[in-house]
C-alpha cells in the first residue's frame, strides 16, 4: 500500500514553483561542489556559541576562526567545527598546546 501511495506521489506532475524550486537546488548543489575545493570551511553561526558549551566542564566555549574550532581554555581542548556543525564528542576534541605546556611544567 505505501509502495502504491509513492508511486503516485513520484508520478504526479510538478508544479510551476516546485520545478523552479528543484531545479534552482540542483543547481546550487552543482555549484556548491565545485566550489567545495577552493572553499574555506564553513564558520559557526555566532547565535549557536551562546548556547553551546562544552560537554565536559560545562562552561562556554570560545570561538577560534583560524581553526574554525570550539576551544574550552580551561581544559586545553578544542572541539573541530565541520561544515558548520561542531563536533562536541571529547574524543574528536584534540588538546592545544597551551595544556600541554602547563602540564609540562606542573611536572618539572
Not at 537546488?25 to 555549484?31: D, K
Not at 558548520?84 to 574524543?91: K, L, R, S, T, V
Request: glycine share 4%; charged share 25%; proline share 7%.
Amino acid at each position: 500500500m505505501l509502495t502504491a501511495a509513492c508511486g503516485r506521489l513520484v508520478s504526479a506532475p510538478l508544479s510551476a514553483v516546485a520545478r523552479k524550486w528543484l531545479h534552482a537546488s540542483v543547481s546550487q548543489l552543482s555549484a556548491d561542489r565545485r566550489g567545495k575545493a577552493e572553499e574555506s570551511p564553513r564558520a559557526l553561526d555566532p547565535v549557536l556559541l551562546e548556547f553551546l558549551v562544552c560537554p565536559l566542564s560545562k562552561k562556554p566555549l570560545r570561538y577560534e576562526a583560524s581553526t574554525n574550532e570550539l576551544i574550552n581554555e580551561e581544559l586545553g581542548i578544542a572541539y573541530p567545527i565541520i561544515d558548520g556543525i561542531p563536533n562536541m564528542i571529547p574524543q574528536a576534541a584534540r588538546m592545544t598546546h597551551q595544556h600541554k605546556k602547563k602540564e609540562e611544567m606542573e611536572q618539572h
